[in-house]
């Protein structure tokens, strides 16, 4: 079954041992009590606990013109409004060269470095809010996150919470799991020693070395 908000919900209710919604505005105060979690973010907390394959984006961002630092770096970036967490933040499009200099300060980061190239989990509607490309065990994760939340007010604790934030956990471990399957293989950084030996017999890169992301 696709996922969609519903079914997330209906998951949670299953794990709980309720009665399922019929849609999303069925007058039950079990709707009422999932939407207030809904309505907390609950999808968002979740794409922040880890480097979901499958939300992440790549961008390149210049220099912001309306905000001009007074002291210390030269540039400051606006995060993008669609930003959960970063992945990570380069000086090159490749994403070969992390970014070592630069501040991370509320919406924005600083750097002596224009333009800056950022990969990060998105929840934008073609990324992370995108039901369509959820891989199964974070859809099962999302049902379970709902269930524990909701737990209290809806069982009035009738479950054994123990258990399920047990579950929780494993669901996370899970998720995380199958998606660091989907990553392409990485390769540790070469040494300048080990180019210069390699530049020296007239050799090259032999192998995809280059894959590895900042």
């Given at each position: 079954m696709a996922v969609s908000q519903l079914s997330l919900y209906n998951?949670?209710?299953?794990?709980l041992g309720?009665?399922?919604?019929?849609s999303l505005t069925e007058n039950r105060e079990t709707q009422y009590k999932l939407t207030d979690i809904w309505d907390n973010d609950a999808v968002n907390r979740c794409l922040q606990m880890g480097q979901w394959n499958f939300a992440m984006r790549a961008v390149q961002l210049d220099a912001s013109p309306s905000v001009t630092p007074s002291f210390g770096y030269q540039?400051?970036?606006d995060k993008p409004t669609d930003y959960i967490r970063l992945s990570g933040l380069c000086t090159d499009e490749y994403y070969k060269n992390p970014l070592l200099g630069y501040v991370d300060e509320a919406s924005w980061w600083f750097s002596n470095q224009d333009p800056i190239y950022v990969r990060y989990v998105s929840n934008d509607a073609s990324y992370g809010m995108d039901y369509s490309i959820w891989p199964g065990n974070f859809a099962e994760f999302v049902e379970l996150y709902i269930a524990q939340k909701a737990a209290a007010t809806i069982t009035g604790?009738?479950?054994?919470?123990?258990?399920?934030?047990?579950?929780v956990?494993?669901?996370?471990?899970?998720?995380?799991?199958?998606?660091?399957?989907?990553e392409p293989v990485?390769?540790?950084?070469?040494?300048?020693?080990?180019?210069a030996r390699q530049g020296s017999?007239?050799?090259?890169d032999r192998g995809n070395t280059g894959s590895l992301i900042g």
């Open positions: 998951g949670a209710l299953t794990i309720e009665r399922k919604l019929s540039y400051a970036f604790l009738a479950v054994d919470m123990s258990l399920l934030d047990a579950r956990d494993r669901a996370l471990k899970r998720a995380k799991g199958t998606d660091a399957m989907e990485k390769f540790p950084q070469q040494g300048t020693w080990s180019r017999r007239g050799g090259g």
